[in-house]
């Protein structure tokens, strides 16, 4: 029997041997999984040259389209912290709608997600320098605004949980912690004061029966065993490139899922039908496992990096083509 799409995307998450590649690819009409989201703002309206969240951080974008970038920290300076109104993760308004979001879901693999999970959302709201300084210099004020946000997104898991018991498979969230090099901050900083915090949100998670799935950009190689330990299902890397294909694949395939593409910066934009091919093959090899570990994934802004349908359809027909578990 032909599994359902919720079925082959649990098993390629928990090793179970899908019976074939899991996909989530809109641009082009596939999509193994179905979003529930709930009212929050995210980037805000991108027709909009000014937009504020849900936690009051103000976005700017310029004549270009694109989502924008926060501009406007409400917490940049400390002295804010008196006056600060946090969001409110029992307002009901946050969750009204949510139902009629599950039309169009029958047979899918269900997720719901929060955009700026914990360290996005700390220099969000605290700027980027005054956050990675503060980690030094304001230890106490900075873990305050660490437990405060873990308090926050901790009751917004548990309010969807609650609204929608067993009816939701999956978590899905951004935090970005790589360069083009190497982690933001120092790989033993991030296990003393972040891999205990992400704990506390992965358990959350888990308590409500859903599987984490966690979106890093950048060459975030030395945390991936840290996010394993405290519970990570699913990581989207969109640069496997940068973090090195093989390399990744040696040491963690089979303990962590991938949800990846071919390179978004220097494969998609710039090679052509061979090497993307090539690229999908080296991916399925060495990121996935007989028993799975792989879904594939599109980088939804094709315009933002360059990069047609067309060639989004060859990449995909390169990765159908490859698919380890279909049977022929």
Known sequence: MTQSSYEVVRRAVEFERPDRLPVRFDALGLNDTHGVGWNQTG???????????????MWQRSEQANMGQIKGHPLEDWAALDGYRWLDPDDPAFYEGMEAKFEGSDGKYIMTSIFMLLFERMHALHGFQNTLTDLYLERAKIEMLADRIVEIQTRIIENIGARFPGQIHGFGFTD???????????????????????????????????????????????????????????????????????????????????????????????????????????????????????????????????VSDDVKRIMLDAFMEADPWQKR
Not at 43 to 57: A, I, K, P, Q, V
Not at 241 to 260: H, K, M, P, T, Y
């Open 43 to 57: 980037t805000g309206d991108h027709t909009l040259r000014e937009t504020y969240d849900e936690w009051g951080c």
């Open 176 to 306: 970005d912690w790589g360069t083009e090099q190497a982690l933001i901050i120092n790989p033993a900083l991030w296990d003393e004061f972040f891999k205990p915090r992400y704990k506390k949100l992965f358990d959350a998670i888990h308590a409500q029966g859903w599987h984490v799935w966690m979106h890093s950009c950048g060459r975030v190689n030395d945390i991936l065993a840290g996010l394993i330990e405290v519970g990570c299902n699913v990581v989207n890397l969109q640069q496997p490139r940068a973090l090195g294909i093989e390399e990744v694949g040696a040491a963690f395939a089979g303990r962590l899922c991938f949800e990846s593409l071919c390179d978004i910066q220097h494969t998609l934009p710039f090679k052509g039908p061979d090497e993307i091919k090539e690229e999908a093959r080296l991916l399925l090899k060495h990121w996935g496992t007989p028993e799975g570990g792989f879904v594939l994934s599109d980088y939804g802004d094709g315009r933002a990096i360059g």
